[in-house]
């Protein structure tokens, strides 16, 4: 007797793959526009993570800079387009469960149906990784920035200009959150059938060498400690996706 498919397991059309998209798109710019809005219009807040964000800079200034202690700006919009990007970036964060909650439900349709039960794991598992990426990336910043602001010697005064120091501790943080979802992106591909640990242990080397080509590539500066920082984590990272794949799914 044929088998009835069951609804959430029948063969998606393009179109269909289309509209569910757009789905995951509009509900995800939603989860990211309305904190970023909040946090926007709340100076206690914006000041909260204003200072928060430039507490290593400070700290740095403080042991290397005896002219000047924190960061200057010098273009009269930086006062409103500073805090409007410190909004936007904790508007993403914010948003993460839900951008990962619905990339997962773009994903599960492809999946089989004993593999779906992998959903709260694999939210938790991102988010975890992105905080533990964004955390070492904050903790680590000042060890790059006394290189580059004492390169020059004692006698060129550094005077941070706050919208490119904020730029970069954003972007140092946003690529360390990223990168650290690599297990996820690895595990996920396994799942689908795409890479298996035995495909990833045959191409180790090159993949240790990618890994620390794109960490110099990816890093914002020129100092040597935020690549080698960057690498090391994410070697660890791929050796356990490895393991993952191995025990867990036996791929």
Not at 30 to 37: E, L, M, Q, S, Y
Request: aromatic share 10%; with cysteine; hydrophobic share 60%.
């Amino acid at each position: 007797m044929a088998q009835v498919m069951r609804s959430d397991d029948r063969h998606m059309t393009v179109v269909e793959h289309l509209e569910e998209l757009r789905r995951v798109l509009i509900i995800s710019l939603i989860a990211f526009a309305v904190p970023t809005v909040v946090i926007a219009v709340t100076p206690p807040i914006r000041m909260w993570l204003l200072d928060l964000l430039l507490r290593p800079l400070k700290d740095v200034l403080g042991k290397t800079n005896t002219v000047i202690q924190t960061a200057i700006f010098t273009s009269p919009t930086e006062g409103l387009t500073i805090p409007l990007k410190i909004a936007a970036f904790a508007g993403l964060v914010i948003a993460m469960p839900v951008i990962l909650w619905q990339i997962w439900t773009f994903v599960a349709p492809g999946l089989r149906p004993a593999e779906r039960k992998f959903a709260g794991p694999f939210i938790a598992s991102a988010l975890i990784l992105f905080c533990a990426g964004a955390a070492f990336a904050y903790l680590i910043m000042p060890l790059g920035l006394t290189f580059l602001a004492t390169f020059m010697g004692p006698d060129v005064a550094y005077f941070p200009d706050i919208n490119e120091y904020i730029s970069f501790l954003l972007m140092l943080v946003l690529i360390f959150g990223v990168t650290f979802e690599l297990p996820v992106a690895i595990v996920l591909l396994g799942m689908l059938g795409i890479v298996s640990s035995r495909w990833l242990r045959k191409r180790r080397r090159a993949m240790w060498i990618g890994i620390m080509f794109a960490s110099l590539i990816v890093t914002p500066g020129a100092d040597p400690f935020t690549p080698c920082a960057l690498a090391i984590p994410l070697i660890i990272l791929f050796e356990s996706s490895i393991l993952v794949l191995d025990k867990a799914f036996r791929r």
